[in-house]
C-alpha cells in the first residue's frame, strides 16, 4: 500500500517545509529537502509500504532543454513550446538530472530496508504534451493535432523523451530505486490507433530495455484514462504491474486483465476526501476485487490536497485491517 | 451517418446566420433561425441520413428555473449555481421548453421523410454536474464532491432533471423527433460505484419511462468517457443504441457490447479536422469493426470548428461509398 502524491501538501509537515524552502522546484532540487519530503508520509504512516520520490514529471523536459518554471495557480510552463519551437533548437542537460538521483541515495539511506523505494518518470506520450503545449492543454490538442498532422516531428520528440527516459530511470535504480513507475497522465484522450502509436508502442520499448538492463526490476505503467485500452495496454507492453484510475471497476479489470498480472489503484481521492461510509464501501468494492492477483492498493490517482490526515488514518486501517482479517 | 455538432460554425452559413441573429441563446430561442440551423448540414450534405435538434442541454437548467449566460470565451454560466443555493429556491419555467418543441414541429415539417429527426437532452448526470457548479468544472468537482458529502441533496437534483427531462423529451417526440439522444458528456469522472448511481440508474429509469409512453422510440445513450464500463451501461440501462467516444476501440467494444445492440460513432474530430490518410484509415478501421451489427456512423464528440468542409465532404464519400463497395 502506497498513495500516490503521498509526499505533498495534505501534509502540515510538507506545507512547513514548503514554507521553509521556498518554490516546488527548489524543493525539488534541494536533495536534503527533496529526502525528508519523501520520507514524511512514511514515518507518519507505518502502514505504507513504500516511498515514492519526490520529484515531478517534467524534469524530463528540463533536463532536455526547455525552460521550466512553476505559475503559482497556474501550472507549469515550458518554454518554448515544441508547437513553435523545433526539437533540434533545444541543448540538452543531463546535469540537471543528477540531484534527483542523489535524492533517491538519501532516501534510500535513510529508509527501512522493509519498504520500497519507487522511482518514476513521465511516460513518453504525457511528457510530449507537455512539451508540445508548453503547458497543460484541454484535451491535449496541441500534441493530438501534430501527432495527425506530422507524425514525424512528434515520433521524434516521442523518441528523444524515450532516450533520456531510459537513462533517467536507470539513473535511479542504480541509485536505489526498487521500482519504478510510469505515469501516463493524459492517455486518456487518444483514439485507439493513436493510443497504440504513442502509449502502447514508447512504453513497450522502454519496459522492454528496463528489463534487459534490470531484469528483476518491477516497472509498474499507469495508463491513466485508458479506459476499455487497458487490457491492451497490459498484454503489449509488458510492464510488471498495472495502474488503474478510479473510474476503473475493478470488478471489470480483474476479469479482463491476464491473470496473476499485478494491478495497484484504485481509490477515488473524493471518497478518501469524503471519509466515513463513502470511503468505507469503496475500499471493500477495491478489497474484494482481485481475490486471486497480487494488488497494491493506492489511490486511483493522487491525493487530493484538502484530504484530512486523519482519513489517511483511517484507509490505513480499513485495508491494513483488512489483511489481517483476512 | 450523422455527425454530432453538425449543424454549428465549421459551417459557412451557420456562421452567417450567427451574425444576423445575436447570440447562441438568441439563436436557440427563434424557432425559425433554429429550424433552419438544422437544416443547414442536411441541405449542405445529403448523405446525411439525420439532423439533429439545435438547440443546448442547459435548456432544462433554465426551465428548471436557472438563469442561463453564454459569456463569450468562457462557456456558459448558471445562476445560481446549486454548490451555494437550494433546490426549493428555484421556480420552474416549463415554458422555456416550449420554443423548443416549435423548432422541432418546423424541422419536421421541412425535413424530408427518408430523413430522421434526433431530439435530444443532457443526461441527468452530466446537467447535474453544470447545475451544482454553474458552470463546466475541471473533473465535475464540485457535483463529485456534492454527490459523496450529501447524497441525497444531490439524489434530489438528479430526480428533478429527471422528471422535466422525461418531459422535455416527450415534448420533442409529440412534436415530431424519430428519436432522442441522451447526452452524458461528463460520465468520465466517475468512480463505477457513482457511475452506477448517477449514470446508469438515471438513464435507466428515462429510458425505461420512455420506451412505456413511445414503444417504438429509438433512445440513443452516449455515456462519453465511460471507457470499460460501457458494457455495464449497454446492459443495464436498457437504452437502444450506445453512442461511442472517439477513445473506445471499435474492435474491443463489439466484442465487449450485447449482440446486435446499435452503436454509433466513433471517428476522431481530429482525424477528420486532419484529413487525408489518417481520416480515411480512421474511418477504415470504424467501418470494419461492426460486421454484425447496426452501426450509425459518427463522430466520437462533436466536430471541431475549425474542421475544413471539404473534409466532411471525403468523410461522405468514405462512408458512403463504402456502403456501395461493401
Same mark, same amino acid.
Given at each position: 500500500?502506497?498513495?500516490?502524491?503521498?509526499?505533498?501538501?495534505?501534509?502540515?509537515?510538507?506545507?512547513?517545509?514548503?514554507?521553509?524552502?521556498?518554490?516546488?522546484?527548489?524543493?525539488?532540487?534541494?536533495?536534503?529537502?527533496?529526502?525528508?519530503?519523501?520520507?514524511?508520509?512514511?514515518?507518519?504512516?507505518?502502514?505504507?509500504?513504500?516511498?515514492?520520490?519526490?520529484?515531478?514529471?517534467?524534469?524530463?523536459?528540463?533536463?532536455?532543454?526547455?525552460?521550466?518554471?512553476?505559475?503559482?495557480?497556474?501550472?507549469?510552463?515550458?518554454?518554448?513550446?515544441?508547437?513553435?519551437?523545433?526539437?533540434?533548437?533545444?541543448?540538452?542537460?543531463?546535469?540537471?538530472?543528477?540531484?534527483?538521483?542523489?535524492?533517491?541515495?538519501?532516501?534510500?539511506?535513510?529508509?527501512?530496508?522493509?519498504?520500497?523505494?519507487?522511482?518514476?518518470?513521465?511516460? #513518453?506520450?504525457?511528457?510530449?504534451?507537455?512539451?508540445?503545449?508548453?503547458?497543460?492543454?484541454?484535451?491535449?490538442?496541441? !500534441?493530438?493535432?501534430?501527432?495527425?498532422?506530422? @507524425?514525424?516531428?512528434?515520433?521524434?520528440?516521442?523518441?528523444?523523451?524515450?532516450?533520456?527516459?531510459?537513462?533517467?530511470?536507470?539513473?535511479?535504480?542504480?541509485?536505489?530505486?526498487?521500482?519504478?513507475?510510469?505515469?501516463?497522465?493524459?492517455?486518456?484522450?487518444?483514439? @485507439?490507433?493513436?493510443?497504440?502509436?504513442?502509449?502502447?508502442?514508447?512504453?513497450?520499448?522502454?519496459?522492454?530495455?528496463?528489463?534487459?538492463?534490470?531484469?528483476?526490476? #518491477?516497472?509498474?505503467?499507469?495508463?491513466?484514462?485508458?479506459?476499455?485500452?487497458?487490457?491492451?495496454?497490459?498484454?503489449?507492453?509488458?510492464?510488471? !504491474?498495472?495502474?488503474?484510475?478510479?473510474?476503473?471497476?475493478?470488478?471489470?479489470?480483474?476479469?479482463?486483465?491476464?491473470?496473476?498480472?499485478?494491478?495497484?489503484?484504485?481509490?477515488?481521492?473524493?471518497?478518501?476526501?469524503?471519509?466515513?461510509?463513502?470511503?468505507?464501501?469503496?475500499?471493500?468494492?477495491?478489497?474484494? !476485487?482481485? @481475490?486471486?492477483?497480487?494488488?497494491?492498493?493506492?489511490?486511483?490517482?493522487?491525493?487530493?490536497?484538502?484530504?484530512?490526515?486523519?482519513?489517511?488514518?483511517?484507509?490505513?486501517?480499513?485495508?491494513?485491517?483488512?489483511?489481517?482479517?483476512?
Amino acid at each position: 500500500m502506497w498513495l500516490m502524491r503521498q509526499a505533498g501538501r495534505y501534509l502540515p509537515e510538507y506545507r512547513q517545509l514548503r514554507e521553509e524552502k521556498g518554490s516546488f522546484l527548489d524543493l525539488v532540487y534541494d536533495s536534503d529537502a527533496a529526502a525528508e519530503v519523501t520520507l514524511q508520509p512514511i514515518e507518519r504512516f507505518p502502514e505504507f509500504d513504500a516511498a515514492i520520490l519526490f520529484s515531478d514529471i517534467l524534469i524530463v523536459p528540463f533536463a532536455l532543454g526547455q525552460n521550466l518554471t512553476f505559475v503559482a495557480g497556474e501550472g507549469p510552463r515550458l518554454t518554448p513550446p515544441l508547437a513553435v519551437a523545433k526539437l533540434e533548437q533545444l541543448t540538452e542537460y543531463p546535469a540537471r538530472l543528477e540531484p534527483i538521483y542523489e535524492t533517491v541515495r538519501k532516501v534510500r539511506e535513510r529508509l527501512s530496508s522493509e519498504k520500497a523505494l519507487i522511482g518514476f518518470a513521465g511516460a #513518453p506520450w504525457t511528457v510530449a504534451t507537455y512539451m508540445v503545449a508548453g503547458q497543460g492543454s484541454r484535451e491535449q490538442a496541441e !500534441a493530438r493535432r501534430l501527432a495527425y498532422g506530422d @507524425p514525424q516531428a512528434f515520433a521524434a520528440i516521442v523518441e528523444r523523451i524515450e532516450a533520456v527516459t531510459f537513462d533517467y530511470l536507470c539513473g535511479q535504480v542504480e541509485a536505489g530505486a526498487d521500482a519504478v513507475q510510469l505515469f501516463d497522465s493524459w492517455s486518456g484522450s487518444l483514439a @485507439p490507433s493513436e493510443f497504440e502509436r504513442w502509449v502502447i508502442a514508447p512504453t513497450a520499448r522502454l519496459a522492454g530495455k528496463l528489463r534487459s538492463r534490470f531484469p528483476e526490476l #518491477p516497472v509498474i505503467g499507469f495508463p491513466k484514462g485508458a479506459g476499455g485500452k487497458i487490457a491492451a495496454y497490459a498484454r503489449e507492453t509488458g510492464v510488471s !504491474a498495472v495502474g488503474l484510475d478510479e473510474t476503473v471497476d475493478s470488478v471489470w479489470a480483474d476479469r479482463e486483465l491476464p491473470s496473476g498480472l499485478p494491478v495497484q489503484g484504485n481509490l477515488d481521492p473524493l471518497a478518501l476526501l469524503t471519509g466515513g461510509e463513502p470511503l468505507q464501501s469503496a475500499v471493500r468494492r477495491i478489497l474484494d !476485487a482481485f @481475490p486471486a492477483r497480487p494488488h497494491i492498493f493506492n489511490l486511483g490517482h493522487g491525493i487530493l490536497q484538502d484530504t484530512p490526515v486523519a482519513h489517511v488514518e483511517e484507509l490505513t486501517r480499513l485495508v491494513k485491517g483488512a489483511q489481517w482479517i483476512g
